[in-house]
């Protein structure tokens, strides 16, 4: 298909990591594939007018805004891709479904089932009207993970019984790393169970195309109180107690952290199959290490985002003396996504699932299709999510060890 001279005008709110990516993938996209419209980046908000007017030149967007509603209010923009914190998602999407633009919004998709339910309702009326919405799970677009659904789908598997995923970084283990807005439930709904536990929650409903059903959890939070981010001297009042100045003497301004470091939770899927999950900030050493594995009655088949052009395969279907886990190369024309990039074996990176997921969201927006994961979906994890939340302060499964009466080596 070659482009129609069609054009789909782009507004993108945030300009931070998740900005960056979207930008990255906004500017390569038109390049790499032959769509159907051509995805113009017309305009960037953000709150800090130096800041977003430097972002709009580093990034490669035409224009800057500072006011969000601006944005969705201009008529000559089509599609608003939501790159902000969780606390503005709902507001930010319902007010650009309500006026007609197509949204794409960065997971997970809400910082409550209230909003996600409003934020799947609004999406399915807007669809009536031909407007297209989408949640940003992008590793659901590593052409590795793709193939892995593929085979799951193809039988190759047989019967799944096991899913076993963790998503693990280590980047707040330092507890002087300050108190950012992904470490307040306020700003971002939950820690490292919302921000990279979702990520797996998708990623393995997708592959196994299974649904959570149940859930039992614990959280943690290992580091309770953090300094403050410079630029943030007015959370120095609740921390401090005083007037918004931080009280001489009083030691550098701290706050509470109040979302979790850690979230660990056993499943059951609609399928049958049993699951583990563990998302966590503080795994000492893995910087973004997610690994899902899957066990089924004909073989397994294992993802690692380091090593995101390959899978292990494992076949049992082989004749006994064969039996091993193969390592797939990812890269050839034929799979997910690559006849796109290079010839086999030039491996491709994490940005690349951000330029397919704007290829798919533009695509279905030009053919009416109806873009994945769509906001119903995210609803879908955003009630794992809740359901997380929820076990692990009833912890109600939790069944306590008895203490040895006497002290055993162990
Ligand atoms: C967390 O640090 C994070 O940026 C997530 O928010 C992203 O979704 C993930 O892709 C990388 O890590």
């Known amino acids: 298909m070659s482009t129609t001279g069609k054009q789909l005008r782009v507004g993108m709110v945030g300009y931070a990591f998740m900005g960056a990516a979207h930008s990255q993938a906004w500017r390569t996209v038109n390049r790499v594939y032959d769509l159907p419209a051509r995805a113009r980046m017309a305009l960037i908000c953000g709150r800090d007018s130096g800041k977003v007017a430097e972002a709009a030149d580093r990034l490669g967007w035409e224009a800057y805004t500072t006011d969000w509603r601006d944005l969705i209010d201009r008529d000559d923009i089509d599609v608003v891709d939501v790159c902000t914190p969780g606390d503005s998602h709902a507001e930010i999407a319902l007010a650009a479904l309500a006026a007609g633009k197509h949204v794409l919004c960065e997971k997970p998709l809400a910082n409550t089932v209230q909003e996600a339910r409003e934020m799947a309702a609004a999406a399915a ?16 677009r590593v052409p590795a993970v793709t193939m892995m659904r593929q085979l799951v789908a193809d039988g190759r598997l047989g019967v799944i019984r096991h899913v076993r995923a ?28 919302g921000d990279i536990g979702a990520h797996i929650i998708d990623l393995t409903q997708y592959v196994t195309g299974q649904r959570i059903t149940g859930v039992s959890a614990v959280t943690e939070t290992f580091v309770k109180e953090r300094p403050l981010p410079a630029e943030s001297s007015g959370l120095a009042a609740s921390a401090n107690g005083g007037d918004g100045q931080v009280v001489d003497g009083a030691g550098p301004a701290t706050g509470p952290v109040t979302v979790d470091d850690a979230a660990l939770f056993v499943a059951r899927l609609d399928g049958g199959a049993l699951a583990t999950y563990e998302a966590s ?70 940005e690349h699932s951000f330029t397919h997921q704007m290829r798919d969201f533009v695509e279905a927006i030009a053919t009416g299709a109806d873009p994945a994961p769509s906001f119903a979906d995210a609803l879908q994890v955003q009630l794992v999510l809740d359901a997380v939340a929820r076990s692990a302060e009833l912890g109600s499964s939790w069944t306590e060890v008895e203490p040895a009466l006497a002290a055993v080596a162990v």
């Not at 009326?125 to 659901?140: D, E, K, L, P």
């Not at 998503?167 to 169970?193: C, E, M, N």
Request: charged share 20%.
């Open 125 to 140: 009326t807007a669809q009536a009207a031909g407007v297209r919405s989408m949640c940003g799970f992008n590793y659901r």
């Open 166 to 193: 963790v998503y693990l970084q280590d980047w707040i283990v330092d507890p002087q790393f300050p108190l950012v807005w992904r470490l307040q439930k306020d700003r971002a709904g939950s820690g490292a169970l």
């Open 281 to 350: 900030r503080f795994a000492t050493g893995r910087k973004n290490a997610l690994r899902v594995e899957i066990n089924g009655s004909l073989g397994s088949v294992v993802f690692d985002l380091e090593r995101l052009n390959e899978l292990e395969f494992y076949d049992a279907t082989r004749p006994t003396a064969e039996q091993g886990f193969s390592r797939i190369l990812v890269t050839e024309g034929e799979h997910p996504y690559m006849s796109a990039w290079w010839p086999p074996g030039h491996i491709i990176g994490y």
